[in-house]
């Protein structure tokens, strides 16, 4: 019985370790989601649509100027943040007075007309995004499983990325600033801060991590306007369970979340497209705050 | 005579719909400390949150080193060099006494350092890995005072630092108010009980209803203690 268990798990490895990259997107985009929520009290509906924006400007980087996948990976988180740093200005901004449900509202409508737009430029058929050469090597043996080069990358990248921000937030002055600011804006604005820009950059900053996910997966998934919804409801499903706003949280259960997935695919595929959702469900019951979350 | 660091002339404010303070005047000279004396409710805490721009909808005049401040926004106020201790001490649950204590920056050159502020407060070293809100009640007071030493802010606005206090940290908060004044920091400091009042300030306002109703100078306090006892029925 364990015998076969175990062989079962052998031979579903790969789908384990697909798991784990899947996990890698969760993890990045409910990071963002996060950073976002901290900070400005908003539950960022766009942020499926900003990481198929990544996707797309690392796409016609790629195609209409021929610039390669490294410095996209700089250069479209620059311009999709600095897109949401206009969308913070001009509209989300406004909304701050009122009830949260707004804020949810103006970005889900966001959503649906960025979406819109890329539908009515680029059709609903998706595009490739060849992997960078220096990432398109064979697959690496991992003792116990063979695994692309390119996902391997993903994992990396996206732990990298989650130490990185968790960093900036926990150990430095900037996010001091930050912390304090989610639990007495007006006071931290009284010592001298500028509140407003800091606000409006944490937005920025937010999106920037969507569309920096958003190029990691253009090589992965294909470039489509449809890429991001499908994901960010999973992702919204992850951050329900890990708990909206913790850093951590979001990142260690982004990944265990995409683990659980996989493994679910090796033992009861018929589930693995709902067991998020299961969980979602038992977590809300038993600890309505998530796992991570403060009540 | 030289304009006053802080001159309050007719400051009205509102909270929402309800007008609370009608018309509030007052004048802070350079090294001076001040109190705000009053009952529950007189507007005291509304007269500080007012000068720092904490106060949504406010009037008047509010004049720092010559520069009108009345309508400008609270992070400007603070870099013209006005500080602010809040009623709730405003320690951050999230950020340790270290960070805590580095948060507010620094506005302007003349700001106390570091080694002097623990000099003046060796707890806040030996918690500087505490959360914040793990300090005793004292601890936090002092913490929220330190914090606003090094900044270079001329204006020190303390509201009710001794609030809630055991008698020993009431008397090391006066030891501190006087030490800050001897380095040169101007107090503005509200106030219920006068008798702690009378130790460390220059002159005192009283307020009611949102309105200066006296001023005294500490010399004439002994002589003007029946009227204090009635303005704050104590
Ligand atoms: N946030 C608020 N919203 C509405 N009214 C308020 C608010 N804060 C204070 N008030 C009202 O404004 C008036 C002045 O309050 P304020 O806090 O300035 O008094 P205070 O003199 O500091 O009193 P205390 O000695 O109790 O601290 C009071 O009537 C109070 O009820
Ligand atoms: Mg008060």
Not at chain 1, 226 to 233: D, F, H, K, R, Y
Not at chain 2, 114 to 143: C, H, V, W
Request: net charge neutral; aromatic share 8%; glycine share 12%.
């Amino acid at each position: 019985m364990l015998e076969d268990l175990l062989f079962q798990l052998q031979i579903g490895l790969p789908q384990v370790a697909l798991g784990l990259v899947n996990g890698a997107f969760y993890a990045l985009l409910s990071l963002g989601l996060a950073v976002i929520f901290g900070m400005l009290n908003v539950i960022n509906f766009a942020h499926g649509a900003q990481f198929m924006m990544g996707a797309f400007v690392a796409w016609m980087m790629l195609s209409w100027l021929g610039i390669g996948y490294w410095p996209a990976l700089i250069l479209a988180p620059l311009i999709v943040g600095a897109f949401g740093v206009l969308l913070e200005k001009t509209m989300i901004s406004r909304l701050y007075k009122l009830d949260h449900l707004y804020g949810l509202l103006l970005t889900f409508g966001l959503a649906l007309i960025i979406e819109g737009v890329f539908r009515n430029q680029f059709g609903s058929s998706g595009m490739p995004y060849a992997p960078p050469a220096a990432l398109g090597g064979p697959p690496v043996d991992l003792g116990f499983m063979f695994m692309p080069v390119y996902r391997l990358w993903v994992v990396v990248a996206a732990l990298v990325m989650s130490l990185v921000t968790w960093l900036v937030i926990e150990k430095t002055r900037l996010g001091a600033y930050l912390r304090a600011a989610t639990e007495n804006a007006a006071l931290v604005q009284a010592f001298g801060v500028n509140v407003p820009r800091m606000i409006t950059l944490t937005y920025g900053a937010g999106v920037a991590l969507a569309a920096f996910a958003g190029v990691l997966a253009a090589p992965i998934y294909s470039v489509n306007p449809q890429m991001g919804s499908n994901l960010i409801i999973v992702v919204f499903a992850v951050v329900v369970i890990g708990g909206m706003g913790s850093i951590l949280g979001s990142v260690l259960t982004g990944f265990g979340l995409g683990l659980v997935e996989g493994l679910t695919k090796v033992f009861y595929p018929e589930a693995s497209s709902t067991v998020i959702f299961v969980i979602m469900a038992i977590v809300l019951l038993a600890r309505p705050a998530g796992l991570f979350g403060r009540a | 005579m030289a304009e006053p660091l802080l001159k309050v002339a007719g400051l009205q404010a509102w909270y929402g719909e309800s007008h609370v303070l009608h018309g509030v005047d007052i004048e802070v000279r350079e090294g001076e400390v001040v109190t705000l004396l009053g009952r529950n409710g007189a507007g005291k805490t509304t007269t500080l949150r007012s000068i720092m721009g904490l106060v949504g909808r406010r009037s008047g005049s509010v004049r720092f080193e010559g520069q009108e401040l009345v309508s400008a926004r609270s992070d400007r106020i603070a870099r013209a060099g006005i500080a602010l201790c809040p009623e709730e001490r405003g320690i951050f649950a999230s950020l340790d006494v270290t960070e805590n204590l580095l948060l507010p920056p620094v506005v302007r050159p003349g700001g106390m350092d570091l080694d002097a502020i623990y000099t003046l407060f060796p707890n806040l070293k030996e918690r500087a890995r505490s959360p914040g809100t793990r300090l005793s009640g004292g601890e936090q007071q002092m913490l929220a005072i330190a914090r606003i030493l090094r900044t270079g802010a001329k204006l020190l606005m303390l509201d009710e630092p001794t609030e809630g206090l055991a008698p020993v940290i009431v008397q090391q908060i006066g030891q501190t108010i006087r030490t800050i004044k001897e380095r040169g920091f101007t107090v503005l400091l509200v106030e219920q009980n006068f008798r702690f009042a009378q130790t460390v300030a220059d002159r005192h306002y009283v307020m009611e209803h949102g309105h200066v109703v006296d001023a005294v100078s500490n010399a004439e306090m002994a002589g003007a203690m029946d009227r204090l006892h009635g303005y704050l029925g104590v």
